[in-house]
T-cell receptor, first 112, second 114 residues
C-alpha cells in the first residue's frame, strides 16, 4: 500500500515566522510532487509543484525535494493569518499513470 | 465562468433517490477526474477520463456511474447510495491524464445521504 505521510498538526506559528510542512512518501519511483492548500469547507488549491531534487521558490513559498530520502517539504516565509489552512501533499503513483496519492494533510494555524 | 465549476454545491438525498453531479472545466484540458473526500481520510481517486474515455476506475461501487460526453463536461450519476457515501465530491481537470500534470479542482459538491 503506497502512502504519503504528513503530521496532522495543528502546526502553530506566529505571524511573520517561517512555517515548515513536511511530507514523506513510500513510492520510490514517484517523480511528481504537489502541494495543495485547502481552507475549511473549500476545495484544494494548487500552490506548488516540484519534479527535481532541490528547492523551488514561488513568492513566499519554497518547496524542497529529496528523492533519496523520499521527503518533500513546503516552507512558508513571513506567515500570515490568511495562510491558516490544511496543506495537502500529493505524490504520483509511478505504476498507475494517472493516479496521485494524497496525504491526510497538515493543519497550519498562524496567529496574529 | 472560469476554471472548474461544479453543480450543485450541496445535495441531500435519500438512499432510494437518483441524482447527478455535474462538472465543467473551462481550461481547455483533456483529462477530468472525480475524487471523494471524507472526514479524516485522504482524497480518494474515483474515476479518470482522458479525451472522453475512462482510463481509471478505482474499484468504485456500481452505485456511482460516471459519464463524460465531451472533454469539458463530466457527470457522476448516483443511485441507491448509502449513508457512508456522504462526503465532499471533487471534480478536477488537467492538461493530460499523466500524473505529472497539475490538477485543478472545482469547488466540490457536499453530499449528504440520509
Amino acid at each position: 500500500q503506497k502512502e504519503v505521510e504528513q503530521n496532522s498538526g495543528p502546526l502553530s506559528v506566529p505571524e511573520g515566522a517561517i512555517a515548515s510542512l513536511n511530507c514523506t512518501y513510500s513510492d520510490r519511483g514517484s517523480q511528481s510532487f504537489f502541494w495543495y492548500r485547502q481552507y475549511s469547507g473549500k476545495s484544494p488549491e494548487l500552490i506548488m509543484s516540484i519534479y527535481s531534487n532541490g528547492d523551488k521558490e514561488d513568492g513566499r513559498f519554497t518547496a524542497q525535494l529529496n528523492k533519496a530520502s523520499q521527503y518533500v517539504s513546503l516552507l512558508i516565509r513571513d506567515s500570515q493569518p490568511s495562510d491558516s489552512a490544511t496543506y495537502l501533499c500529493a505524490v504520483n503513483d509511478h505504476q498507475a499513470g494517472t493516479a496521485l496519492i494524497f496525504g491526510k494533510g497538515t493543519t497550519l494555524s498562524v496567529s496574529s | 465562468e472560469t476554471g472548474v465549476t461544479q453543480t450543485p454545491r450541496h445535495l441531500v438525498m435519500g438512499m432510494t433517490n437518483k441524482k447527478s453531479l455535474k462538472c465543467e472545466q473551462h481550461l481547455g484540458h483533456n483529462a477530468m477526474y472525480w475524487y471523494k473526500q471524507s472526514a479524516k481520510k485522504p482524497l480518494e481517486l474515483m474515476f479518470v477520463y482522458s479525451l472522453e474515455e475512462r482510463v481509471e476506475n478505482n474499484s468504485v461501487p456500481s452505485r456511482f456511474s460516471p459519464e463524460c460526453p465531451n472533454s469539458s463536461h463530466l457527470f457522476l450519476h448516483l443511485h441507491t447510495l448509502q449513508p457512508e457515501d456522504s462526503a465532499l465530491y471533487l471534480c478536477a481537470s488537467s492538461q493530460g491524464p499523466q500524473s505529472y500534470n497539475e490538477q485543478f479542482f472545482g469547488p466540490g459538491t457536499r453530499l449528504t445521504v440520509l
